[in-house]
């Protein structure tokens, strides 16, 4: 997942790490380079690089962005230096200009995060022009690609700019003095000082003024005790809405709070999970969004995993305060992002089973009362793929009167493009349904095998997930089975273009395996009673997903029942470490930044607080669930060759989880290998460490299942 941040979701989304890159100096992103060595080549990792090459196919886009009037489309190239911004007509994209605040048509530079101004001439991008390779700053341009011009003086990590209604003013989120880029995917700092109290960094919005007459440092305009996760302006421009908590922002964001703060006063919260009763307690919060009228915020509430996952239901408070109201109770998909349309409707775009969609939602009575009424409308579209405008999960880009939103979307068998959907527009499901902007990609097909959405019973769930059929596949060969867990919990595997680096099904595909991505309880798609159904069962209800799973693919397809292996990453790696204790089907597995022992976790990483709507109590309280769910508890059951890679400054998953494991496995004489690599956190940023992953992964599937091809 790389929506936002990387979360423990292991989705692929298109050109997610350009809002990383754009928003720290070039010396910290390098840092994993500089002290990684290359790795040992041999034809065996020669074919796999061709192999991983060959899935880097097509052209892809960054952010895309439709100005308010609905004329005109802005979007990120990939380009020399990193990111370049174009703009051109919405109907002939073959036009474009390059917005940019380089002096010479020959400068490179990294830009991005634009975002368009009400007036819909002009837009801001954050660019590291004049200083390059170190700072990115703001910058404000016309449409046409002249007249650029720096407002900010900055010093820090930034991202999410936003423009005031009121077109005066830009926001946007700041670590100033930053040394690391905000939330708990980038490598942690080495431990010095005073632990928990020297060196915190605090995320604070910041806002510039477009008018500037000359670059300036931006006006803080949140406390500096509360780190700012997410923020939206109130309709007048006079005031903010911003969910956020007391540092260090990496562990706290499970425990934010919503907000909302005259511009030169002071906060006052709206809504404390923790305090309020019903569904809603002690969960988390994410999207606000204020309505026209600014008398209340809608927001996205739920059972959520990670900071940048989003998924639960839409919910509604009264701006000044007061109990929140859930509008989607027992709605079974997952809401991830919202926007409102007027002050009765609400835009939704959310994942419904293995579908993105977006819906329109009519609120009737009183809005903030138990009482409202909230009907739904046909899907404006649903797309059995990954959608989103490379901002936030699921979000999409809209014109003023909402007439049109814009989009990129990919599937597992349609190479990125970017589609325009139209609200009142009779559209039938599929990528077929929506209209098609751009043609980057025509006639590109897959470099690996057909996909399927599957479905199958597991308890009282129907579950969902991927099967990648191996890559020239041939009914009559018996094949080997690979199951890729994905991260979270709470995240989901959508269908998607491409995924060359890393734990890649595609690849997996090409090396001739079967690889089965489920979506078992705990997942979004379902709804919230799918979602929260692995509380206190880490382990245990998923496993039989899984597992049921398993046995659909192989009453369907001649996949070896002697030749299934497991892997995945962060959550899919404890699933990794801890499935191989339940059971024997797995002969062979693969544990990415996994976690071995709930118990010592509790205490080695730096975001705990995630445990606690988890677990229903911390572990000095209860340490009996926390030890249920153990791989460590079962040690002495395992028989399955077990490979773990992990990053030697990962916060999330620390490498002591998965040395503990490594360490009992070899004690019992089970086959078993522990990678550490420099420099890198829970997300790698080496390209050379994320191939190395799969050279190793690729190999020990190879040893102890035999070659899929």
Known sequence: MFPRRFSKCIRVVLMAGVALVLSLPLSLAAQGRAAGKPPAQTPERAHIDEVLKGLNRGRSMGQVAVSPDGKRLAWVEPGRGGGEIRVAPLDDLRKSVRVTAAAKAEEHCREGQMVWAPDAQTLVFFSDCGKPGEQTDLYVARADGSGARRLTELNGYVEAPAFAPDGESVAFLYVEGATRPAGALAAMKPPSGVIGEDGVEVQRVAVARVSAAKPAAPEMVTPANLHVYEFDWRPDSKGLAYVAADPPGENN???????????????????????????????????????????????????????????????????????????????????????????????????????????????????????????????????????????????LSSTRDHSAFVFRASTFDHAPEVYEAKPGVVMTAGLEGVIQLTHLNDGEEPGWGKSVSLSWKSDNFHVQGWLMLPKDYDPQRKYPLIVEVHGGPAAAVTAHWGGGEGLSAPAFSVLGY??????????????????????????????????????????????????????????????????VTQTQRFKAAVAGAGISDWQSYYGENSIDQWMIPYFGASVYDDPAVYAKASAITFIKQVKTPTLAVVGDRDGECPAPQSYEFWHALRDEHVPTQLVVYPNEGHGFTDPAHRRDVMYRAVEWFEKYLGSGG
């Open 253 to 395: 964001w499970w425990v934010a709070k919503l907000y909302r703060q005259e511009l030169g006063g002071g906060p006052e919260v709206v809504l404390a999970p923790a305090e309020v009763q019903g569904a809603l307690h002690g969960l988390q919060i994410a999207v606000p969004r204020w309505s026209p009228d600014g008398k209340a915020i809608a927001f996205i509430g739920g059972l959520m995993s990670d900071q940048g996952a989003t998924g639960g239901d839409v919910w509604i408070v009264a701006a000044r305060g007061g109990a929140p109201v859930d509008l989607t109770p027992q709605r079974p998909t997952s809401p991830a992002w919202i926007e409102w349309g007027d002050d009765e409707h609400i835009f939704v775009s959310e994942l419904a089973g293995g579908n993105c969609q977006l819906v329109r939602f009519r609120l009737q009575g009183d809005r903030t009362a138990p009482s409202v009424a909230t009907s739904f409308g046909a899907p404006i579209f649903s797309i059995a793929g990954s959608v989103g405008d490379g901002r936030m999960e699921l979000s």
């Open 514 to 579: 079967f690889v089965l991505e489920p979506n078992p309880r705990g997942s979004y798609g379902q709804g919230e009673e799918f979602t929260q159904a692995n509380r206190k069962d880490f382990g245990y209800g998923d496993l039989r997903d899984i597992l049921a799973g398993v046995d659909a693919v192989l009453a369907k397809y001649p996949v070896d029942p002697n030749r299934v292996g497991l892997t995945g990453w962060s959550y899919g790696g404890f699933m990794s470490m801890f499935a």
